[in-house]
Structures are given as C-alpha cells and as structure tokens.
T-cell receptor, first 113, second 114 residues
C-alpha cells in the first residue's frame, strides 16, 4: 500500500514569515494529494488539494507543489498569521477505485505573534 | 455548504454499554466514511460506504458495527468496547467513491471508554 512521510513534525515561525511542509509518497500510481488543517478539538478541514496532472496550485496565501518524478509534494503558507497555528496533514490517494486516503503523520505549526 | 455534522460531541461509556454515534450530511454525497483518530496521530480509516452499501471494512473488530440507513446518514454502533478504543471518531463524506474526490470531515465524537 501507499506510505506517506511528512516533515517536519513541528514547525515554529514568526508571524508574517513563510512556512513549508513537505511530504513524500511511495506509490507512483497515487494521483490525488489533499492537505488538511486540524485545529484543537475539531475535525480535519480540507484546505487545498492537487491532482497529478498539475504541478502547482495556489489559493490566496496557500500553495501546493507536486513533483511526480520525485514523488513529493509540499504545502507553502505565506504571510503566516496566528490563526494558521494548527496540525497539518498531507495525504495521498492511490488509484485503486476506492477513495482511500493515506495520511502523513502531521506537522504541528505554531505561528508566534 | 460542506458541512458534516456528528452527534454526540462527547461520549463516555462503560465497557458493557451499547451506544451509537451519528453522522449526517446534506451535500448529496454518495460516499461516507468512519475514521478513528488517536491523540497526535493521523486519522485511520475504519469503514467506507458507497451508495449506502459497505465498500471497505479495514479489519475493524466486530464490537464496531456501521450502518448507513440512507444516503445522508451514517451510524456507528458500539458494544463491549475496550479502554484502548477511546479516541476521536470522525465521519467524512465525498461526492463519490472512486476518482479522488474531496473528503469533508465532521467535527468528530470524542469517545472515552471507562
């Protein structure tokens, strides 16, 4: 099955700086890569996703890049704000016909005011 | 609207109790999921329903029994749980099953087994 690795496990940045979280995956057939933000006591919230036919996708301060050859994808948050503090999970979906997401281990992002 | 609702928010139950978790979505999604999440860990898939039929059971113990009464509702019936089953139980839905469709999660039910 798919194996997703995520780094770093914790990340602290000053407000206004950028944050980058990186994930690698093992199954070359994977074709969909969502990112989730989970705040304390809440369920994961889908914040952005990318499909394998696209190299980069941007939504305001959030962007995701995908390198299919190297099998890695990254989340970039610019101009970070304290409300960006949360745990972020990357995930990968194999081309199995089932919507079975394989999650990374999570990154706890802290934005220091 | 991408809202998935779950009740109750918190549940404490003894090992001999029977209880149920409920999940509801009104987005017209035809795939629904149960996940289990332990503290500081990612969600782990338990069950997948597609068009109200069980599609995936990730080798979950029989003390967890899912049910999908209709396309908007998903239940998880609990019986004779163990303390190690204490976790956040998350429901999610997506438009369809195959093809990498976005999964939207509910807020979860925090379950404590005493």
């Amino acid at each position: 099955g798919e194996n997703v690795e995520q780094h770093p496990s914790t990340l602290s940045v000053q407000e206004g700086d950028s944050a980058v979280i990186k994930c690698t995956y093992s199954d070359s057939a994977s074709n969909y890569f969502p990112w989730y933000k989970q705040e304390l006591g809440k369920g994961p919230q889908l914040i952005i996703d990318i499909r394998s036919n696209v190299g980069e996708k941007k939504d305001q301060r959030i962007a995701v890049t995908l390198n299919k050859t190297a099998k890695h994808f990254s989340l970039h948050i610019t101009e970070t704000q304290p409300e960006d503090s949360a745990v972020y999970f990357c995930a990968a979906l194999g081309e199995t016909g089932a919507n079975n997401l394989f999650f990374g281990t999570g990154t706890r992002l802290t934005v220091i005011p | 609207d991408t809202e998935v609702t779950q009740t109750p928010k918190h549940l404490v139950m003894g090992m001999t109790n029977k209880k149920s978790l409920k999940c509801e979505q009104h987005m017209g999604h035809r795939a629904m999921y149960w996940y289990k999440q332990k503290a500081k860990k990612p969600p782990e898939l338990m069950f997948v329903y597609s068009y109200e039929k069980l599609s995936i059971n990730e080798s979950v113990p029989s003390r967890f029994s899912p049910e999908c009464p209709n396309s908007s509702l998903l239940n998880l019936h609990l019986h004779a749980l163990q303390p190690e089953d204490s976790a956040l139980y998350l429901c999610a839905s997506s438009p369809r099953l195959a093809g990498g469709y976005e999964q939207y999660f509910g807020p979860g039910t925090r379950l404590t087994v005493t």
